[in-house]
């Protein structure tokens, strides 16, 4: 595995947004987060599905995203452990600015595939 099979998982998980089994398919059940708009650690993917309902009812469907892309990747690899840093940008049909999130993802090999095992994003204003 190299740094690009990093890079391609992080690619493809954004791209599965919209469909929660698909994108949760690339996080670790009991990983954990770290995210601009939650004040505490979460811990586990129940503790992710309440902070994602709790947005979604902050704001109407006409507010979602158009799309949302990681871009500028910086990856590395050791052995089973992966690190990947990347600026997280959502895009509006609105005309709203552009939403830019500093990410960094720890991923850790499970089998043939890489699974996040530690989120961090902070949203830069």
Do not use: N, Q
Request: charged residues 35%; negative net charge.
């Amino acid at each position: 595995m190299t740094v690009d099979d990093l890079t391609a998982a992080i690619t493809d998980m954004y791209r599965s947004l919209g469909d929660r089994a698909a994108f949760d398919a690339r996080l670790h059940p009991d990983l954990t987060i770290w995210e601009s708009d939650s004040p505490e650690l979460l811990s586990g993917l129940p503790a992710l599905d309440d902070l994602r309902d709790r947005r979604a009812a902050a704001r109407g469907p006409a507010e979602a995203p158009t799309s949302v892309a990681p871009e500028g990747f910086r990856a590395e690899s050791w052995d089973d452990t992966g690190l990947v840093r990347y600026v997280l940008r959502a895009r509006y049909a609105t005309g709203r600015p552009d939403d830019c999130f500093r990410v960094t993802d720890v991923l850790r090999r499970d089998g043939r595939d890489w699974r996040i095992v530690h989120h961090h994003a902070e949203a830069l204003r």
